[in-house]
């Protein structure tokens, strides 16, 4: 038996992990701008529930402080929430005046919630109104490599998100995974052998890595990564 | 339109996109003449392509008369 749609929703989708993020052309503090005109650059993609908020404010204070660290690492900044374009200027003019910060990076005014549908940025169970905190961080190809979803109450670590892109750029460079709590510098994963001859070699080999067992070995990577 | 203002004359960085385009360009060599960041370029130039105000074949954009002479007002 179908079940009945509510055909006045819009449909909600949610970005996958390794596929391509959805293509988006937005209004934005900086002109409008479409996800290829991203493409070469990793992109961080995030909203927040609404512009003169405290909470949210702090956010855009933390971006704007690390925004050297994600230029550094090929990172764009994008953010979005379910305002105007004015009330957008009108808050980044006001953090300018009040903290003495110039935010350097774009924000999409999603006011038809367009973006935010196809993101999966909205969460009815906290607001049918306002995004939720949410990250998505989208590689230079147009795949999202990794999303973050924060509550209304709870700003986010922009700390974290500078090492998620390091850990993410190091795997991609070195062909390694990064185990938990991974701070550049730290030894990294080398990736679990998936066939019997593969375990049985790596345990013959295993002077070469630090090998707890077959399936679980760590390197540290020299300064030519390998 | 981001890049013209109101009373038709251009923001600094769209001056800035056009006088780059002293020989025909990529974005990439727009970025790096402007030091704007390159979503800013890609995003200025198809502002400028609509405007008339540059024009774009196979990737490498030109500005054309119009342009020049608004990049200079």
Not at chain 2, 40 to 57: D, I, Q, W
Request: charged share 25%; hydrophobic share 40%; net charge negative.
């Amino acid at each position: 038996m179908e079940t009945e749609r509510n055909t006045s929703q819009p449909a909600t989708s949610l970005p996958r992990l390794g596929q391509p993020a959805p293509m988006f052309e937005a209004v934005t503090t900086h002109g409008v701008l479409k996800l290829e005109d991203f493409k070469g650059s990793w992109l961080v993609l995030f909203s927040h529930p609404a512009d003169f908020t405290p909470v949210c404010t702090t956010e855009f204070l933390g971006f704007t402080q690390l925004y050297p660290e994600f230029k550094k690492r090929n990172v764009a900044l994008l953010g979005l929430s379910i305002d105007s374009i004015y009330a957008h200027i009108a808050w980044v003019r006001n953090i300018e005046e009040k903290f003495g910060v110039k935010v350097p990076f774009p924000v999409i005014a999603d006011l038809n919630k367009e973006v935010a549908t196809a993101y999966g940025m909205i969460m009815p169970g906290e607001s049918k109104t306002e995004t939720s905190r949410c990250v998505f961080v989208i590689d230079p190809e147009g795949i999202v490599r990794a999303m973050i979803y924060y509550p209304l109450t709870t700003g986010r670590n922009m700390n974290e998100i500078v090492r998620l892109i390091d850990a993410l750029q190091t795997a991609d460079k070195y062909k390694v995974a990064t185990p938990a709590n991974w701070q550049p510098g730290d030894k990294v994963i080398v990736p679990t052998p998936n066939t019997q001859e593969m375990a049985e070699e790596r345990v013959a080999k295993k002077g070469e890595y630090e090998l707890v067992d077959w399936y679980f070995s760590k390197k540290t990577l020299s300064k030519t990564g390998v | 339109m981001a890049c013209v203002n109101p009373d038709g004359t251009l923001t600094a960085s769209a001056s800035s996109i056009l006088r780059a385009l002293t020989s025909p360009a990529t974005p990439d060599q727009v970025a790096r003449a402007t030091d704007l960041p390159l979503y800013r370029v890609r995003s200025g130039l198809r502002e400028m392509v609509e405007a008339k105000m540059a024009t774009e074949h196979e990737g490498l954009y030109e500005r054309t008369d119009l342009g020049a002479a608004k990049s200079h007002a």
